[in-house]
């Protein structure tokens, strides 16, 4: 019998609502339009946004367990969702006052509010949807 533990997936799915602006402050409203189009706003717009957050990691032989999923549901309400919901992410997230909040960034962002939480031996995945077409996957990987 292989005495070793199968490493295994597990998931939460979470959303939260949040506005934001893609812009460079140091570019002209014409640049920002260019790049970034109706996204550039200035009044801003909001998303919708779904969030899936995967722990990969050996299943412990006596919980059966990889992680308890209700400690990760607590976690991404405190850590996430307590940031992010219902929030001008430009003018309210810290993270954000200097650097673009696009869902590239959003889901870094994420991934370094959760990784001090959680065992180092799990591996962490967050999955962030924009819209249901358009979404972002980070691993940690530089």
């Known amino acids: 019998m292989n005495t070793k533990s199968p490493r295994v997936s597990v998931s939460r799915h979470a959303h939260f609502n949040a506005a934001h602006r893609l812009y460079v402050k140091s570019w002209s409203d014409e640049q920002n339009a260019s790049q970034f189009g109706a996204c550039a706003n200035p009044k801003y717009h909001g998303h ?3 969030l899936i957050v995967r722990l990969t990691g050996p299943v412990d032989p006596v919980t059966g367990y990889v992680f308890d999923l209700g400690r990760l549901s607590d976690l991404i309400k405190s850590e996430v969702e307590a940031r992010l919901d219902h929030r ?5 997230v810290a993270e954000f ?4 909040p696009s ?3 959003i889901s870094v962002v ?3 509010w959760l990784r001090p939480h959680l065992p180092a031996g799990l591996g962490l995945h967050v999955t962030l949807y924009e819209t249901p077409r358009n979404f972002v996957e980070y691993d940690g990987a530089e």
């Not at 001008?88 to 309210?92: K, P, R």
């Not at 006052?97 to 673009?100: E, I, L, P, T, W």
Request: charged share 30%; glycine share 0%; hydrophobic share 30%.
């Open 88 to 92: 001008n992410l430009n003018e309210e």
């Open 110 to 112: 994420i991934w370094n």
């Open 103 to 105: 869902a590239e960034n």
């Open 97 to 100: 006052y200097d650097c673009v």
């Open 48 to 50: 919708n946004y779904e």
